[in-house]
């Protein structure tokens, strides 16, 4: 058992493997995510652009909203919305920057449901949140944090095996094995002339010249 497993690892070894990155799981998500934030925000800024005064409201304060399809905003909670959806779309261009941002994202939007489950009726004194607020950004941060734990499907294809093997390419779950071999090729891409080209005339059993040959005796003797 241990001679089989050492020869399969041999003959790994021989090939050349070709990872090739497959759709990414984290992308579709973060893209979902992001629009739906900053077309909440874009909404609830429309009901309401109350921003209160920073240097007056910082951290104290106790901020009433309105309310917008049961969550309570003003123009703070609309703000943080906004900036958080924009965020996770732009993260949406790549998949590494997509699991990032959603990371960033959702840490800030659950920091803002626990200062809110606090403090009881606002973030910081800025942004007004009833139950339906936090729950709405817990759920937000619920989500984008597990958007970030999502991977990106791959698959390997082994290219260059052995002459031995024969037969059209098999695929194993994401490894897609080339059982075929790669042909020889010789110089300015033409094939290589195997080594049963040759073939036998009449009952002398000569060697019939290959055609590459004649051509080159011709080449040699234009007289002929």
Do not use: Y
Not at 122 to 144: C, E
């Amino acid at each position: 058992m241990l001679g089989r497993r050492r020869n399969a690892a041999t003959v790994d070894d021989d090939r050349d493997v070709v990872v090739e990155h497959g759709p990414s799981l984290a992308k579709g998500p973060a893209l979902i995510a992001g629009s739906l934030l900053t077309a909440f925000g874009l909404c609830a800024l429309l009901k309401n652009n109350d921003f209160p005064s920073f240097s007056s409201s910082f951290p104290d304060a106790t901020q009433q909203g309105t309310n917008f399809l049961g969550f309570e905003v003003n123009g703070w909670t609309a703000f943080f919305c906004i900036t958080a959806g924009a965020l996770v779309l732009f993260g949406a261009a790549q998949h590494h920057l997509a699991k990032m941002m959603s990371l960033l994202v959702g840490l800030a939007l659950a920091a803002c449901a626990v200062i809110a489950i606090v403090d009881g009726e606002d973030v910081l004194g800025l942004a007004a949140a009833n139950f339906w607020t936090k729950l709405g950004w817990a759920a937000a941060a619920a989500f984008l944090l597990i958007t970030a734990l999502m991977p990106r499907r791959r698959r390997e294809r082994v290219v260059g095996a052995p002459a031995t093997a024969a037969g059209p390419a098999t695929t194993r779950g994401d490894r897609t094995v080339a059982d075929e071999p790669v042909a020889r090729r010789r110089r300015f891409g033409r094939p290589a002339v195997r080594d049963d080209a040759a073939t036998t005339t009449g009952d002398t059993g000569a060697v019939a010249p290959t055609e590459e040959e004649r051509t080159r005796v011709i080449e040699r003797d234009p007289a002929r």
